[in-house]
Protein backbone atom coordinates (compact mmCIF):
# COMPACT_ATOMS: atom_id res chain seq x y z
CA UNK A 1 0.00 0.00 0.00
CA UNK A 2 1.29 3.45 -0.77
CA UNK A 3 2.19 5.84 2.03
CA UNK A 4 1.86 9.71 1.45
CA UNK A 5 5.83 11.34 2.64
CA UNK A 6 4.01 14.45 4.41
CA UNK A 7 6.17 17.66 5.45
CA UNK A 8 7.60 16.90 8.88
CA UNK A 9 7.56 18.80 11.89
CA UNK A 10 11.22 19.36 12.62
CA UNK A 11 10.74 22.05 15.78
CA UNK A 12 7.42 22.31 18.13
CA UNK A 13 7.61 26.06 16.55
CA UNK A 14 7.36 24.64 12.70
CA UNK A 15 4.86 25.35 10.87
CA UNK A 16 6.54 25.74 7.73
CA UNK A 17 9.81 25.11 5.94
CA UNK A 18 11.00 25.47 2.57
CA UNK A 19 12.22 21.70 0.93
CA UNK A 20 15.41 22.91 0.13
CA UNK A 21 16.49 20.06 -1.82
CA UNK A 22 15.60 16.28 -2.58
CA UNK A 23 18.27 13.54 -2.46
CA UNK A 24 16.35 11.49 -4.23
CA UNK A 25 14.08 10.75 -7.40
CA UNK A 26 11.05 9.20 -8.57
CA UNK A 27 12.21 5.50 -8.63
CA UNK A 28 14.61 4.98 -6.22
CA UNK A 29 14.29 2.82 -3.61
CA UNK A 30 14.66 3.77 -0.09
CA UNK A 31 15.53 2.46 3.47
CA UNK A 32 14.62 3.14 6.57
CA UNK A 33 16.75 5.72 7.90
CA UNK A 34 17.89 7.16 4.49
CA UNK A 35 18.22 10.45 4.06
CA UNK A 36 15.29 11.76 1.40
CA UNK A 37 15.14 15.69 1.45
CA UNK A 38 16.99 18.95 3.01
CA UNK A 39 14.25 20.89 5.06
CA UNK A 40 14.81 24.74 5.74
CA UNK A 41 13.37 25.21 8.92
CA UNK A 42 13.49 29.43 10.65
CA UNK A 43 16.43 28.16 12.54
CA UNK A 44 18.17 25.67 10.15
CA UNK A 45 18.28 23.28 7.27
CA UNK A 46 17.86 20.17 8.82
CA UNK A 47 17.99 16.40 7.26
CA UNK A 48 14.31 14.23 6.38
CA UNK A 49 14.86 10.98 6.96
CA UNK A 50 13.26 8.04 5.97
CA UNK A 51 10.80 5.62 8.60
CA UNK A 52 9.89 3.01 5.82
CA UNK A 53 10.96 0.80 2.90
CA UNK A 54 9.89 1.55 -0.74
CA UNK A 55 10.21 3.01 -3.47
CA UNK A 56 9.52 6.94 -4.39
CA UNK A 57 5.93 6.78 -6.76
CA UNK A 58 5.95 10.52 -6.95
CA UNK A 59 7.42 13.72 -5.80
CA UNK A 60 4.76 16.55 -5.14
CA UNK A 61 6.45 19.15 -3.98
CA UNK A 62 10.05 20.13 -6.22
CA UNK A 63 12.82 21.30 -4.44
CA UNK A 64 12.99 25.10 -4.01
CA UNK A 65 9.31 25.14 -2.64
CA UNK A 66 8.71 27.68 0.16
CA UNK A 67 5.83 27.96 2.63
CA UNK A 68 5.30 24.45 2.79
CA UNK A 69 3.06 23.67 6.15
CA UNK A 70 3.70 20.96 8.15
CA UNK A 71 1.34 18.03 7.11
CA UNK A 72 1.40 18.55 3.31
CA UNK A 73 2.20 15.61 1.46
CA UNK A 74 5.41 16.23 -0.39
CA UNK A 75 6.11 12.98 -2.16
CA UNK A 76 4.52 9.44 -2.47
CA UNK A 77 5.99 6.07 -1.36
CA UNK A 78 5.30 2.82 -2.87
CA UNK A 79 4.81 -0.13 -0.64
CA UNK A 80 6.80 -3.63 -1.18
CA UNK A 81 5.73 -5.38 -4.14
CA UNK A 82 3.66 -2.46 -5.29
CA UNK A 83 3.84 -1.25 -8.82
CA UNK A 84 5.13 2.68 -9.62
CA UNK A 85 3.18 3.17 -12.21
CA UNK A 86 -0.09 1.83 -11.03
CA UNK A 87 0.22 4.45 -8.14
CA UNK A 88 -2.37 7.30 -9.07
CA UNK A 89 -0.38 10.85 -7.76
CA UNK A 90 -2.42 12.62 -5.24
CA UNK A 91 -3.55 16.00 -6.06
CA UNK A 92 -0.64 18.65 -5.54
CA UNK A 93 -1.43 20.83 -2.47
CA UNK A 94 -2.54 24.60 -3.57
CA UNK A 95 0.69 26.64 -2.85
CA UNK A 96 0.47 30.61 -3.18
CA UNK A 97 2.71 31.49 -6.69
CA UNK A 98 6.36 32.03 -5.82
CA UNK A 99 7.17 35.63 -5.93
CA UNK A 100 9.64 36.74 -8.44
CA UNK A 101 11.26 39.04 -6.16
CA UNK A 102 14.81 37.93 -6.83
CA UNK A 103 14.57 39.13 -10.64
CA UNK A 104 16.35 42.74 -10.59
CA UNK A 105 14.07 45.61 -11.83
CA UNK A 106 15.11 47.63 -14.60
CA UNK A 107 14.55 51.18 -14.68
CA UNK A 108 15.14 54.26 -17.24
CA UNK A 109 18.38 55.80 -16.74
CA UNK A 110 18.18 59.28 -15.40
CA UNK A 111 19.63 60.49 -18.06
CA UNK A 112 18.03 59.25 -20.96
CA UNK A 113 14.06 60.33 -20.27
CA UNK A 114 12.11 57.17 -21.96
CA UNK A 115 9.48 59.25 -24.56
CA UNK A 116 6.08 58.97 -23.81
CA UNK A 117 4.50 55.66 -23.98
CA UNK A 118 2.38 54.90 -26.86
CA UNK A 119 3.20 51.94 -28.29
CA UNK A 120 0.89 48.97 -27.58
CA UNK A 121 1.10 46.41 -24.78
CA UNK A 122 3.49 42.96 -24.93
CA UNK A 123 2.52 39.83 -25.42
CA UNK A 124 3.99 39.88 -21.49
CA UNK A 125 2.13 42.54 -20.22
CA UNK A 126 -0.84 40.18 -20.74
CA UNK A 127 -2.06 37.79 -18.08
CA UNK A 128 -2.86 34.29 -20.09
CA UNK A 129 -6.43 34.60 -18.82
CA UNK A 130 -8.12 36.81 -21.06
CA UNK A 131 -7.44 40.37 -21.97
CA UNK A 132 -6.23 41.37 -18.16
CA UNK A 133 -2.93 43.83 -17.48
CA UNK A 134 -0.76 42.67 -15.59
CA UNK A 135 0.13 45.46 -13.05
CA UNK A 136 0.96 45.35 -9.41
CA UNK A 137 -1.92 46.95 -7.08
CA UNK A 138 0.14 50.17 -6.80
CA UNK A 139 0.82 50.47 -10.06
CA UNK A 140 -3.04 50.27 -10.55
CA UNK A 141 -4.11 52.65 -7.79
CA UNK A 142 -1.21 55.41 -9.25
CA UNK A 143 -2.65 55.23 -12.77
CA UNK A 144 -6.34 55.31 -11.36
CA UNK A 145 -5.12 58.29 -9.61
CA UNK A 146 -3.69 60.03 -12.29
CA UNK A 147 -5.70 58.89 -15.11
CA UNK A 148 -2.90 56.97 -16.71
CA UNK A 149 -4.17 54.31 -19.10
CA UNK A 150 -2.20 51.34 -18.47
CA UNK A 151 -3.25 49.61 -22.22
CA UNK A 152 -0.42 52.85 -23.16
CA UNK A 153 1.98 51.32 -20.98
CA UNK A 154 5.03 48.48 -21.64
CA UNK A 155 5.62 46.82 -18.27
CA UNK A 156 9.10 46.65 -17.08
CA UNK A 157 8.48 44.12 -14.15
CA UNK A 158 9.10 40.18 -13.91
CA UNK A 159 6.92 38.70 -16.72
CA UNK A 160 6.04 41.55 -18.50
CA UNK A 161 4.29 43.05 -15.55
CA UNK A 162 3.97 47.07 -15.25
CA UNK A 163 5.09 48.53 -11.92
CA UNK A 164 5.59 51.98 -10.63
CA UNK A 165 9.01 52.75 -12.78
CA UNK A 166 6.63 52.31 -15.43
CA UNK A 167 4.63 54.70 -14.92
CA UNK A 168 7.34 57.61 -14.05
CA UNK A 169 7.53 58.13 -17.57
CA UNK A 170 4.27 57.97 -18.73
CA UNK A 171 3.76 61.52 -19.36
CA UNK A 172 6.77 63.21 -19.39
CA UNK A 173 9.09 65.41 -16.67
CA UNK A 174 5.43 66.69 -15.14
CA UNK A 175 3.04 63.68 -15.35
CA UNK A 176 6.38 61.94 -13.85
CA UNK A 177 7.23 64.63 -10.81
CA UNK A 178 2.75 64.10 -10.36
CA UNK A 179 3.13 60.33 -10.00
CA UNK A 180 6.46 60.76 -7.78
CA UNK A 181 3.94 62.54 -5.31
CA UNK A 182 1.13 60.40 -5.53
CA UNK A 183 3.60 57.44 -5.12
CA UNK A 184 4.74 59.13 -1.44
CA UNK A 185 1.03 59.50 -0.41
CA UNK A 186 0.45 55.97 -1.38
CA UNK A 187 2.96 54.59 0.42
CA UNK A 188 2.48 56.68 3.26
CA UNK A 189 -0.83 55.15 3.59
CA UNK A 190 -1.53 51.57 5.01
CA UNK A 191 -0.94 49.55 2.78
CA UNK A 192 -3.85 46.44 1.90
CA UNK A 193 -2.77 43.15 2.89
CA UNK A 194 -2.19 41.41 -0.80
CA UNK A 195 0.22 43.82 -1.52
CA UNK A 196 3.83 42.30 -1.81
CA UNK A 197 6.83 43.43 -0.17
CA UNK A 198 8.45 44.40 -3.53
CA UNK A 199 5.63 46.47 -4.75
CA UNK A 200 5.47 48.04 -1.65
CA UNK A 201 9.40 49.08 -1.37
CA UNK A 202 9.28 50.20 -5.29
CA UNK A 203 7.12 52.47 -3.65
CA UNK A 204 9.67 55.08 -3.18
CA UNK A 205 12.55 53.35 -5.03
CA UNK A 206 11.86 55.31 -8.22
CA UNK A 207 14.35 55.09 -10.85
CA UNK A 208 17.11 53.76 -8.74
CA UNK A 209 18.47 50.31 -9.94
CA UNK A 210 17.93 47.97 -7.22
CA UNK A 211 17.43 44.33 -6.34
CA UNK A 212 14.21 43.02 -4.63
CA UNK A 213 15.52 39.50 -2.34
CA UNK A 214 13.28 37.17 -1.28
CA UNK A 215 13.28 36.81 2.58
CA UNK A 216 14.38 33.32 3.51
CA UNK A 217 12.47 31.74 6.96
CA UNK A 218 14.89 32.57 9.06
CA UNK A 219 14.95 36.22 8.29
CA UNK A 220 11.32 36.36 8.12
CA UNK A 221 11.42 34.74 11.66
CA UNK A 222 14.28 37.36 13.33
CA UNK A 223 12.41 40.24 11.84
CA UNK A 224 8.83 39.13 13.07
CA UNK A 225 10.69 38.42 16.87
CA UNK A 226 12.48 41.23 17.10
CA UNK A 227 9.31 43.48 15.94
CA UNK A 228 7.15 41.95 18.55
CA UNK A 229 10.22 42.29 21.07
CA UNK A 230 10.18 46.06 20.91
CA UNK A 231 6.29 46.69 20.14
CA UNK A 232 5.90 44.26 23.61
CA UNK A 233 8.10 44.31 25.71
CA UNK A 234 9.25 47.56 28.13
CA UNK A 235 13.34 47.59 27.59
CA UNK A 236 15.19 49.10 30.40
CA UNK A 237 19.07 49.90 29.47
CA UNK A 238 21.81 50.24 32.20
CA UNK A 239 25.48 50.67 31.04
CA UNK A 240 28.61 50.04 32.71
CA UNK A 241 32.42 50.45 32.12
CA UNK A 242 34.60 47.58 33.34
CA UNK A 243 38.53 46.98 33.74
CA UNK A 244 39.48 44.07 31.48
CA UNK A 245 43.15 43.87 32.64
CA UNK A 246 43.28 41.15 35.42
CA UNK A 247 40.63 39.48 33.27
CA UNK A 248 42.90 39.56 30.17
CA UNK A 249 45.99 38.30 32.82
CA UNK A 250 44.39 35.52 33.98
CA UNK A 251 43.39 34.54 30.19
CA UNK A 252 47.60 34.65 29.50
CA UNK A 253 47.68 32.16 32.38
CA UNK A 254 45.24 29.77 32.12
CA UNK A 255 45.46 29.41 27.75
CA UNK A 256 49.56 29.15 28.87
CA UNK A 257 48.28 26.13 31.41
CA UNK A 258 45.70 24.57 28.47
CA UNK A 259 47.72 24.74 25.51
CA UNK A 260 48.87 21.23 25.99
CA UNK A 261 45.27 19.78 26.00
CA UNK A 262 44.62 21.96 22.67
CA UNK A 263 42.10 24.37 24.36
CA UNK A 264 42.53 28.19 24.08
CA UNK A 265 39.77 30.52 26.06
CA UNK A 266 38.55 33.52 24.54
CA UNK A 267 37.37 36.66 26.40
CA UNK A 268 33.98 35.69 25.35
CA UNK A 269 33.67 32.20 27.40
CA UNK A 270 34.85 34.11 29.95
CA UNK A 271 31.98 36.70 30.02
CA UNK A 272 29.64 33.53 29.04
CA UNK A 273 30.68 32.09 32.71
CA UNK A 274 31.01 35.79 34.23
CA UNK A 275 27.13 36.36 33.33
CA UNK A 276 26.21 32.99 34.01
CA UNK A 277 27.50 33.50 37.37
CA UNK A 278 25.88 36.67 38.16
CA UNK A 279 22.24 35.33 37.50
CA UNK A 280 22.62 32.75 40.04
CA UNK A 281 23.53 35.62 42.34
CA UNK A 282 20.78 37.66 41.32
CA UNK A 283 18.18 35.30 40.15
CA UNK A 284 15.57 37.83 40.13
CA UNK A 285 16.90 38.76 36.83
CA UNK A 286 17.09 34.86 36.03
CA UNK A 287 13.39 35.35 35.14
CA UNK A 288 10.58 35.38 32.08
CA UNK A 289 7.36 37.01 32.21
CA UNK A 290 4.35 35.15 31.35
CA UNK A 291 1.12 37.20 31.40
CA UNK A 292 -0.36 36.34 34.78
CA UNK A 293 2.44 34.63 36.05
CA UNK A 294 6.87 35.05 36.57
CA UNK A 295 9.17 32.32 35.49
CA UNK A 296 11.94 31.74 37.84
CA UNK A 297 14.75 29.49 36.80
CA UNK A 298 16.86 27.73 38.83
CA UNK A 299 20.02 27.14 36.62
CA UNK A 300 21.73 29.16 34.19
CA UNK A 301 21.58 28.62 30.48
CA UNK A 302 23.04 31.29 28.17
CA UNK A 303 22.22 32.17 24.67
CA UNK A 304 25.02 33.16 22.66
CA UNK A 305 24.15 35.45 19.75
CA UNK A 306 26.14 33.77 16.27
CA UNK A 307 26.22 35.30 13.37
CA UNK A 308 26.09 33.00 10.40
CA UNK A 309 25.22 33.90 6.15
CA UNK A 310 21.57 33.84 6.65
CA UNK A 311 21.11 35.69 9.57
CA UNK A 312 21.65 35.14 13.93
CA UNK A 313 21.01 32.27 15.96
CA UNK A 314 21.94 31.57 19.60
CA UNK A 315 22.94 28.31 20.37
CA UNK A 316 22.85 27.40 24.31
CA UNK A 317 25.96 26.60 26.93
CA UNK A 318 23.16 24.82 28.99
CA UNK A 319 23.97 25.27 33.17
CA UNK A 320 27.01 27.75 32.27
CA UNK A 321 27.45 28.09 35.90
CA UNK A 322 28.56 24.98 36.50
CA UNK A 323 31.04 24.24 33.66
CA UNK A 324 34.53 25.00 33.70
CA UNK A 325 35.36 27.79 31.35
CA UNK A 326 37.44 24.79 29.34
CA UNK A 327 34.18 23.20 28.97
CA UNK A 328 32.58 26.62 27.82
CA UNK A 329 35.21 27.27 25.18
CA UNK A 330 34.82 23.58 23.68
CA UNK A 331 30.95 23.60 23.48
CA UNK A 332 31.20 27.06 22.22
CA UNK A 333 33.28 25.97 19.45
CA UNK A 334 31.50 23.20 18.25
CA UNK A 335 28.06 24.92 18.37
CA UNK A 336 29.16 28.03 16.36
CA UNK A 337 31.07 25.75 14.06
CA UNK A 338 27.65 23.84 13.28
CA UNK A 339 25.57 26.55 13.35
CA UNK A 340 26.99 28.52 10.39
CA UNK A 341 26.48 25.14 8.53
CA UNK A 342 22.81 24.89 9.46
CA UNK A 343 23.13 21.35 11.43
CA UNK A 344 21.94 22.89 15.20
CA UNK A 345 19.38 20.42 16.49
CA UNK A 346 16.37 22.49 17.54
CA UNK A 347 16.97 22.01 21.43
CA UNK A 348 20.56 23.28 20.89
CA UNK A 349 18.94 26.65 19.84
CA UNK A 350 15.60 26.69 21.38
CA UNK A 351 15.04 27.97 25.34
CA UNK A 352 17.56 30.07 27.40
CA UNK A 353 17.52 31.65 30.49
CA UNK A 354 19.71 34.79 29.00
CA UNK A 355 21.42 36.00 26.25
CA UNK A 356 25.08 37.46 25.77
CA UNK A 357 25.94 39.35 22.78
CA UNK A 358 29.30 40.18 21.74
CA UNK A 359 30.10 43.29 19.19
CA UNK A 360 33.81 43.63 20.58
CA UNK A 361 35.55 42.09 17.55
CA UNK A 362 33.94 44.42 15.25
CA UNK A 363 35.40 47.53 17.31
CA UNK A 364 32.37 48.54 18.48
CA UNK A 365 32.13 50.66 22.11
CA UNK A 366 28.44 50.29 22.86
CA UNK A 367 24.84 49.29 21.48
CA UNK A 368 21.53 47.98 23.21
CA UNK A 369 20.89 44.70 22.37
CA UNK A 370 16.85 43.75 21.75
CA UNK A 371 15.50 41.11 24.19
CA UNK A 372 14.98 37.20 22.61
CA UNK A 373 11.65 36.73 24.24
CA UNK A 374 10.46 35.05 26.14
CA UNK A 375 13.92 35.55 28.13
CA UNK A 376 13.85 38.59 30.73
CA UNK A 377 17.92 40.47 29.81
CA UNK A 378 20.07 40.37 27.53
CA UNK A 379 23.96 41.38 27.88
CA UNK A 380 25.93 43.91 25.02
CA UNK A 381 29.38 43.63 25.21
CA UNK A 382 31.21 46.36 23.35
CA UNK A 383 34.63 46.24 22.32
CA UNK A 384 38.01 46.48 25.03
CA UNK A 385 40.04 49.50 24.30
CA UNK A 386 42.25 51.54 26.26
CA UNK A 387 40.89 54.44 27.93
CA UNK A 388 41.80 56.40 30.97
CA UNK A 389 40.26 55.31 34.23
CA UNK A 390 40.61 55.65 37.54
CA UNK A 391 42.18 53.23 39.53
CA UNK A 392 43.02 53.65 43.05
CA UNK A 393 42.14 56.88 43.25
CA UNK A 394 44.98 58.07 40.30
CA UNK A 395 44.00 58.52 36.99
CA UNK A 396 45.77 55.33 34.79
CA UNK A 397 45.51 53.29 31.39
CA UNK A 398 43.31 50.31 31.45
CA UNK A 399 41.63 48.15 28.77
CA UNK A 400 38.08 49.78 29.67
CA UNK A 401 35.11 47.14 28.26
CA UNK A 402 31.46 48.97 27.99
CA UNK A 403 28.79 45.98 28.84
CA UNK A 404 24.92 47.40 28.27
CA UNK A 405 22.15 45.06 29.86
CA UNK A 406 18.78 45.23 28.41
CA UNK A 407 15.85 44.15 30.66
CA UNK A 408 12.08 43.75 30.39
CA UNK A 409 10.76 45.89 33.09
CA UNK A 410 7.61 43.73 33.59
CA UNK A 411 9.60 40.72 34.83
CA UNK A 412 12.92 42.87 36.28
CA UNK A 413 12.81 45.89 38.18
CA UNK A 414 16.02 48.67 37.34
CA UNK A 415 17.28 48.15 41.29
CA UNK A 416 17.68 44.35 40.62
CA UNK A 417 18.95 44.92 37.06
CA UNK A 418 21.71 47.15 38.58
CA UNK A 419 23.03 44.60 40.78
CA UNK A 420 22.94 41.98 38.28
CA UNK A 421 25.28 44.30 35.94
CA UNK A 422 27.42 45.33 39.48
CA UNK A 423 28.28 41.69 40.16
CA UNK A 424 29.01 40.81 36.44
CA UNK A 425 31.95 43.95 36.74
CA UNK A 426 32.72 42.60 40.34
CA UNK A 427 33.51 39.06 38.67
CA UNK A 428 35.69 40.38 35.48
CA UNK A 429 37.73 42.79 37.63
CA UNK A 430 38.24 40.14 39.93
CA UNK A 431 38.12 37.08 37.81
CA UNK A 432 39.51 34.20 40.33
CA UNK A 433 35.96 33.96 41.16
CA UNK A 434 35.05 32.55 37.45
CA UNK A 435 37.35 29.84 38.18
CA UNK A 436 36.87 28.74 41.86
Known amino acids: MSIELKMPALSPTMEEGTL ?84 PVAAPAPATPAPVAAAPVTAAARADSG ?34 ADLGTAGGGAQAAHVARAAAAVASA ?35 RLTESKQQIPHIYLTLDANLDALLKLRTELNAGLASRGVKLSVNDMLIKALAL ?41 GAEAKAISAISKEM ?41 PQGMIMAIGAGEKRPYVIDDSLQIATVMSATGSFDHRAIDGADGARLMKTFKELIESPLGLVA
Open 20 to 103: AKWLVKEGDTVSSGDILAEIETDKATMEFEAVDEGKIAKILVPEGSDGVKVGTPIAILAGEGEEVSAIAPAPKPEAAPAPKAET
Open 131 to 164: DRIKASPLARRLAEAQGIDLSTLTGSGPGGRIVR
Open 190 to 224: PQPAGLQPVEAELAFTGGIPHEAVKLSNMRKTIAR
Open 278 to 318: ALIEVPECNVSFAGDQLIKYGRADISVAVSIPNGLITPIIV
Open 333 to 373: GDLAGRAKEGKLQPHEYQGGTASLSNMGMFGIKHFEAVINP
